[in-house]
């Protein structure tokens, strides 16, 4: 019995001190190799009215689609898919400091025009 709960602190002090991971950061693509598709105006903001947020399509020569989204010239966010994945995997990166460090955020989660760049 004591061996358990010796192994059980060793295990909680352990855990209660692991460094916290800090979320995973991605560049901006670059957008030079890539070929501009089309441009059009979508509303990330609850707040100003209208549609606000720029998105600039581009295609990749390995097939996917990047949406770079900005506001007032600002890059503030920017998405990944391919119309060949047969999963369909949509992945969406948004830079919540303005240090062009974009963070992943769930496809499905609604997200609005940074503080930062306002």
């Not at 670059?30 to 606000?52: F, N």
């Not at 010239?73 to 919540?96: E, G, L, W």
Request: aromatic fraction near 12%; glycine fraction near 4%; charge should be positive.
């Amino acid at each position: 019995m004591l061996q358990k709960v010796t192994l059980l602190c060793f295990l909680l002090i352990t855990f209660i001190h692991l460094p916290v991971q800090a979320q995973q950061t991605f560049a901006l693509p670059d957008i030079s190799k890539l070929k501009l598709l089309t441009t059009q105006w979508s509303s990330h903001a609850s707040d100003i009215p209208g549609k606000q947020t720029k998105m600039d399509f581009y295609s990749s020569p390995e097939g996917q689609i990047i949406t770079i989204y900005s506001y007032k010239a600002r890059n503030i966010a920017f998405s990944v898919h391919s119309n060949s994945d047969v999963q369909k995997t949509y992945r969406i990166f948004i830079d919540p400091t303005g240090k062009h460090l974009f963070q992943e955020i769930s496809p499905g989660a609604h997200w609005e025009i940074p503080a930062w760049a306002r």
